[in-house]
């Protein structure tokens, strides 16, 4: 059972430059986040996703865009990278229905803006 | 003011010992708690949820004070596998389930 699955794991990249990075589930969850984990710091919500079709902005969402055209898939999109998104991504998923329902991470992607 | 407050830590404890985190929430309007743990450059994973009753999961108990939005982990008999960054996550259940993180506690275990 893979769980959450992101890709890739690390990635380096230059200022202006653009990348999406990618996140599976195969847990059937319709609830679906991206987080960014600065050094030292919890994570931020940056957009989240309910649904197919559906996603909406979380704490931080500038310079990031999303699309959820599956269930499965909940990709986080740059357009033009800033030093200030190097950054760990973490993708998550969840069940809907009950709110204590703990969230299932993937490995996170580290990527580093030059 | 920090929607979840936690001491950044380090605790250095020697293996055997107690050790209690606390973690403070700003939002009365939370509706569930967690301690999830986070090893250094991984994921967080969930340790345990968090119960105004109070739950215990071996050496690990975690209590919830609502009306002092204040919640507490304690570790007994540490292990040096223990050592790990323990977050404090609440959920405010407004319909998107997102969870609100702490910037975690530090513990190193040390033999």
């Known amino acids: 059972n893979a769980g959450v699955t992101q890709t890739p794991k690390f990635r380096i990249l230059k200022i202006g430059q653009s990348m999406t990075l990618q996140c599976t589930q195969d847990m059937n969850h319709n609830y679906m986040y991206w987080y960014r984990q600065d050094p030292g710091m919890g994570l931020k919500l940056i957009y989240y996703?309910?649904?197919?079709?559906?996603?909406d902005k979380g704490e931080v969402p500038n310079g990031y865009n999303v699309s959820r055209s599956t269930t499965e898939d909940f990709p986080l999109r740059l357009e033009l990278a800033a030093p200030s998104q190097t950054s760990v991504y973490f993708c998550a998923s969840s069940p809907t229905g009950v709110s204590n329902q703990p969230q299932h991470f993937g490995d996170g992607t580290r990527l580093s803006i030059l | 003011r920090k929607e979840v407050e936690q001491d950044p830590g380090p605790f250095n404890v020697p293996e055997g010992a107690t050790v209690a985190f606390n973690c403070t929430y700003s939002?009365?309007?939370?509706?569930?708690f967690f301690w999830y743990r986070q090893d250094c450059r991984k994921e967080p994973k969930l340790l345990m949820s968090v119960y105004s009753s109070g739950n215990e999961d071996g050496r690990f108990t975690a209590q919830l004070n609502r009306a002092s939005q204040y919640i507490s982990l304690l570790i007994r008999d540490s292990k040096l596998s223990d050592s790990a960054t323990y977050l404090c996550?609440?959920?405010?259940?407004?319909?998107?389930?997102?969870?609100?993180f702490g910037s975690g506690t530090r513990l190193q275990v040390q033999p």
């Open positions: 996703s309910v649904g197919a079709g559906i996603t």
């Open positions: 939002n009365s309007a939370s509706q569930s």
């Open positions: 996550v609440v959920n405010r259940d407004t319909g998107r389930r997102a969870l609100t």
